[in-house]
């Protein structure tokens, strides 16, 4: 039986079985003979018969309570418990507390605010000190994987997993600006490795209704260190892009940063020579209604993208040629189609032939073999080539398809570009690695693809 008393905390089960339906904190407000009165965590008064106590109403532990910096801690190991002590955590009157510990692993409440805790001083106060004995902090989990890597010789791995706008990319970021710094070097390399965010983030990150700066892909990065725990060299492997993007986009959600940055950052001269003209023109930019972000000048993240490449060995060359595909794809996507017939088979053509012309010129193709691949579909078969018109449904397919293998072969070429600046392959004795892997976190659409699927 159920003995409560007034201002006691207790947890409070409706009984509701629904998915997201848990128990939740309260206070006692009375506790006379007939009935209870408790006022939730969400200020709610809930008048509770003595009756049913015993199976609406459980005690809550202490620690529950107040909140700990341990989950592993808690008397009330249970969900409702976990996201309780969250919570007290984050609304903290004496700051925001959005780190907890469960034993080595590290739970982060995405603020969605600038918090002056990533500083130099902290990054100084985390160096050498073991988890536990200063409040819960990213820095303090990659400073755990650098002691253990220094002191057992051995590889270390940090798995960086949470949904879409949890702080994943970011988080991500932090690991590697506090390895860059712990190590004490300085080097070029380490600069380098630092560069190679803004243009992974500007091909493969896009604005998506939960976050503004959601990484649309997953990555792994391994960071060397030499037998004396400096920085050599890192490698990034990459996978599961979501080329989908490229010519859907949900309500309220943008294609990917780079598009925007191109037309609100390239010069005049540059423009005339893309055929650019502004970011509401493009289909496959309006996609989802949405072609500002609030708070981010395009042209500025331009200017960052332009010094990333060249401290990372991009040529002028290179970087023409990447935009150029990019410009390309944006003229692609505003072709359109008519319905027509041929020999009794329902097809498409063109509507304007203007989009092709200019995308044809950028991508150096020929106009004429390339029409008849988007809306004739070619099959060789033994040797003989069967030519079938496209429907207007599956020539937008094609137009689509196209557009995605070639982006998608960009941002690999773009990653191993950035591997042979950072990347430095040795035989010598000693080196560890520190592996960050960023696993990235889909949504669910009003309308899904095989990449959710996934």
């Known amino acids: 039986m159920v003995v409560v008393a007034k201002g006691d905390l207790v947890w409070y089960d409706d009984g509701a079985t629904g998915e997201f339906d848990l128990p939740i904190g309260g206070t006692v407000v009375s506790a006379d003979a007939g009935q209870i009165v408790i006022k939730t965590d969400d200020n709610e008064e809930?008048?509770?018969?003595?009756?049913?106590?015993?199976?609406?109403?459980?005690?809550?532990?202490?620690?529950?309570?107040?909140?700990?910096?341990?989950?592993?801690?808690?008397?009330?190991?249970?969900?409702?418990?976990?996201?309780?002590?969250?919570?007290?955590?984050?609304?903290?009157?004496?700051?925001?507390?959005?780190?907890?510990?469960?034993?080595?692993?590290?739970?982060?409440?995405?603020?969605?605010?600038?918090?002056?805790?990533?500083?130099?001083?902290?990054?100084?106060?985390?160096?050498?000190?073991?988890?536990?004995?200063?409040?819960?902090?990213?820095?303090?989990?990659?400073?755990?994987?650098?002691?253990?890597?220094?002191?057992?010789?051995?590889?270390?791995?940090?798995?960086?997993?949470?949904?879409?706008?949890a702080g994943k990319t970011e988080t991500t970021k932090l690991v590697l600006q506090f390895l860059a710094a712990v190590s004490g070097q300085h080097s070029w390399i380490e600069q380098q490795i630092l560069e190679a965010n803004p243009i992974l983030e500007a091909f493969g990150n896009a604005k998506t209704i939960r976050n503004d700066n959601s990484s649309r892909f997953g990555k792994y990065i391994d960071v060397h260190f030499d037998v004396d725990g400096a920085i050599e060299g890192t490698k990034i492997e990459q996978y599961l892009l979501e080329k989908s993007r490229l010519s859907f986009q949900a309500e309220n959600e943008r294609n990917y940063h780079i598009f925007y940055c191109l037309i609100c950052g390239c010069t005049p001269e540059e423009k005339t020579k893309f055929e650019l003209g502004k970011a509401t023109d493009y289909t496959y930019l309006t996609g989802g209604g949405c072609t500002d972000l609030p708070g981010v000048d395009d042209a500025e993240e331009w200017s960052h993208i332009l010094g990333a490449m060249q401290i990372l060995g991009f040529s002028s060359d290179d970087q023409g040629q990447i935009f150029q595909l990019v410009a390309s794809f944006l003229h692609?996507?505003?072709?359109?189609?008519?319905?027509?017939?041929?020999?009794?088979?329902?097809?498409?053509?063109?509507?304007?032939?203007?989009?092709?012309?200019?995308?044809?010129?950028?991508?150096?193709?020929?106009?004429?073999?390339?029409?008849?691949?988007?809306?004739?579909?070619?099959?060789?078969?033994?040797?003989?080539?069967?030519?079938?018109?496209l429907s207007v449904?599956?020539?937008?397919?094609?137009?689509?398809?196209?557009?995605?293998?070639?982006?998608?072969?960009?941002?690999?070429?773009?990653?191993?570009?950035?591997?042979?600046?950072?990347?430095?392959?040795?035989?010598?004795?000693?080196?560890?690695?520190?592996?960050?892997?960023?696993?990235?976190?889909?949504?669910?659409?009003?309308?899904?693809?095989?990449?959710?699927?996934?």
């Not at 009794?344 to 991508?363: F, G, H, V, W």
Request: proline share 4%; aromatic share 8%.
């Open 46 to 165: 809930v008048w509770i018969p003595a009756e049913k106590a015993d199976k609406q109403l459980k005690i809550m532990h202490s620690t529950s309570a107040e909140g700990v910096h341990d989950m592993i801690q808690l008397g009330d190991l249970h969900e409702a418990g976990i996201l309780r002590n969250l919570q007290i955590r984050y609304n903290d009157p004496n700051g925001c507390q959005l780190y907890t510990y469960t034993g080595s692993i590290l739970v982060a409440v995405n603020p969605y605010q600038v918090l002056p805790i990533y500083d130099g001083e902290h990054m100084e106060r985390y160096k050498n000190v073991k988890i536990g004995d200063l409040p819960p902090h990213i820095f303090a989990i990659a400073d755990a994987a650098y002691t253990m890597m220094r002191r057992d010789k051995g590889n270390q791995c940090c798995v960086i997993s949470g949904e879409s706008g």
């Open 332 to 389: 692609l996507g505003n072709i359109d189609y008519d319905e027509t017939e041929i020999n009794n088979m329902q097809a498409s053509e063109i509507t304007d032939t203007a989009p092709l012309e200019a995308a044809c010129r950028l991508m150096m193709l020929d106009f004429d073999a390339t029409a008849e691949a988007m809306v004739i579909a070619t099959q060789v078969t033994r040797g003989e080539a069967i030519k079938k018109p």
């Open 393 to 454: 449904e599956k020539a937008v397919d094609v137009r689509d398809a196209f557009v995605k293998q070639v982006y998608g072969r960009i941002f690999i070429w773009i990653v191993e570009k950035i591997n042979k600046a950072i990347y430095k392959p040795t035989n010598a004795k000693g080196r560890t690695s520190i592996g960050v892997l960023d696993i990235f976190g889909f949504e669910n659409f009003g309308v899904n693809s095989f990449e959710q699927l996934c």
